[in-house]
């Protein structure tokens, strides 16, 4: 099943040699509704595996693509972390 979020994300990672090339060093910040794929789709772009992580290194799934470094913070896993992002909202 394709789903929006896949271009959403290919469009990114693909463009992120551009943007370093360019001094624009570029988070990705996704939001939405809980339970709707965000984590799954974030995984599967960049081949990580399935379970929670913190730090990881990762193939995304682009041919070309050299390893990047994908930080997930799991808010319920770790609270703390939940004070940075308060006032994103």
């Known amino acids: 099943m394709k789903r929006k ?3 959403l994300l290919a469009s990114w990672i693909l463009l992120t040699p551009e943007r370093e090339q360019e001094g624009r060093h ?3 910040l ?3 509704l809980r339970q709707t ?3 799954y789709a974030i995984r ?3 081949s990580l595996p399935e379970e929670d992580l913190t730090v990881i ?3 995304p799934s682009f041919s070309g693509w050299v390893p990047t470094t994908a ?3 799991n808010f319920s896993l770790n609270p703390n972390f939940m ?3 308060k006032k994103i909202s």
């Open 5 to 7: 979020i896949d271009a």
């Open 37 to 39: 794929g965000k984590s």
């Open 26 to 28: 570029k988070s990705l």
């Open 57 to 59: 290194v990762s193939e």
């Open 71 to 73: 930080v997930e913070i």
């Open 44 to 46: 599967k772009a960049l």
């Open 30 to 32: 996704v939001r939405g």
């Open 83 to 85: 004070e940075a992002f």
